[in-house]
């Protein structure tokens, strides 16, 4: 006899996932990440507001909330935990258990997979998990785990999802997105690579501009944050720069022709639009020198942005690679952002402008009909 209280579901891991303790027996997808993540989830995508889900939160005292005034009211719905009562428990076979170091990682984590997980989910209000159970194959679909999430890594779907099933659950969700089959082995190579030659460019064994920087370059007439630290590096601090190399065979001078006059350059920290870096790391003819990067905010101010994840999601699924492509928050547009090189400021810049990125048309930008990123196709409504 099935427990009315209780449901079940079989998880199919199609990716690896780097764990921050990856050395330990079990080690596998956490609770304590899944279920805020199914909380935000089940909040944001499945009740119309507060009134609907308040009577699910562990928290939520109904005596309390109706004596409340209005301001009051409005300031309870914001202080209160947005914790659902239910309980999940994952388990997994350790005898199947596979693991491996991630060759292009540059941290010492190695990744776990197991074939199967078995999700629980208990909960004495069974109404709640019926909502849980219309919606728990789409959360996985639309979900990654672990370290390096956004690039492919922690993938995992209801053990019956279908590649019709999964795809149409991502239109739901993304009216355009990416897809494409892998033209190696190394998928995850393949993602990091991908990722690379649109965000930052590459110049190892060959050299590609950035995409981004060639986008906001040719859409918007947009000058990138590389090249105004190395203007900065040029006029205070010359013999940093004249250490720089531009190709492992180049010298200084090569950078030097590199940054031709302009007369009214408009720098932007375009990088940030898709994912914020501590820093920039520069070679040099003796090792490498690191530009810090951190909000013009102080750093006290509630407000300050620390961390930003690319809004790209890669994805990994029956072959397939995915890009879902996110929104940016608006507080990451004309956001000021302080370089600095030794603790020394070197300037301030702002993000772009609102107005000046579409997500959509970058990545056709990048993806389609593009010699450097091969193989993708747009999927879209029809």
């Known amino acids: 006899m099935s427990n009315p209280f209780k449901l079940i579901v079989t998880l199919k891991q199609h990716s690896p996932l780097i764990h921050f303790q990856s050395d330990q027996a079990g080690a596998t997808l956490r609770s304590t990440e899944l279920k805020p993540k199914l909380d935000k989830f089940l909040i944001d995508e499945v009740f119309d507001d507060f009134e609907e889900y308040k009577k699910f939160l562990i928290e939520h005292d109904e005596e309390k909330y109706k004596a409340l005034n209005g301001q009051d009211k409005k300031k309870y719905k914001n202080d209160i935990h947005k914790a659902l009562d239910y309980k999940v428990r994952i388990s997994v076979e350790p005898g199947k258990v596979e693991t491996k170091k991630v060759p292009i990682i540059t941290m010492d984590k190695t990744t776990v997979y197991y074939p199967s997980h078995s999700l629980e989910i208990f909960s004495f209000k069974t109404e709640l998990l019926d909502k849980i159970k219309e919606v728990i194959e789409k959360f996985f679909i639309l979900h990654n785990f672990g370290l390096r999430q956004s690039k492919g890594f922690g993938c995992f779907t209801t053990g019956d999802t279908t590649q019709a099933g999964f795809e149409n659950s991502a239109l ?3 009216p355009v997105y990416y897809r494409k089959k892998p033209s190696g082995s190394n998928i995850y190579n ?3 690579m991908d990722y690379k ?4 460019g590459i110049n190892h064994n060959k050299y590609i501009k950035s995409k981004l920087f060639r986008y906001l370059s040719e859409e918007k007439h ?5 090249r105004k630290i190395k203007e900065t590096l040029k006029t205070r601090y010359k013999d940093v720069f004249d250490s720089l190399k531009y190709r492992s065979e180049d010298g200084p001078q090569r950078i030097a022709k590199s940054l031709p006059e302009k007369e009214t350059p408009n720098f932007r920290y375009i990088r940030a639009l898709l994912g914020l870096a501590e820093h920039n790391e520069f070679r040099t003819w003796k090792g490498k020198i690191q530009v810090n990067i951190e909000d013009n905010k102080e750093k006290d101010d509630k407000d300050r942005i620390e961390r930003f994840q690319s809004p790209l999601m890669f994805k990994v699924f029956n072959q397939h690679i995915y890009i879902f492509p996110n929104e940016i928050p608006d507080e990451m ?8 090189l030794d603790n020394k400021r070197l300037f301030t810049i702002p993000t772009p402008l609102k107005s000046d990125f579409n997500m959509i048309s970058f990545l056709d930008f990048c993806l389609i009909n593009n010699n450097d990123l091969k193989n993708w196709e747009r999927i879209s409504k029809k």
């Not at 030659?197 to 930052?200: D, G, R, T, V």
């Not at 947009?222 to 590389?226: C, L, Q, R, V």
């Not at 956001?335 to 600095?340: D, G, H, I, L, Q």
């Open 172 to 174: 739901s969700k993304y």
């Open 190 to 192: 393949e993602i990091d």
């Open 197 to 200: 030659i649109m965000k930052s």
């Open 222 to 226: 947009i000058d990138w944050e590389k």
């Open 333 to 340: 547009y004309n956001r000021e952002f302080k370089f600095s």
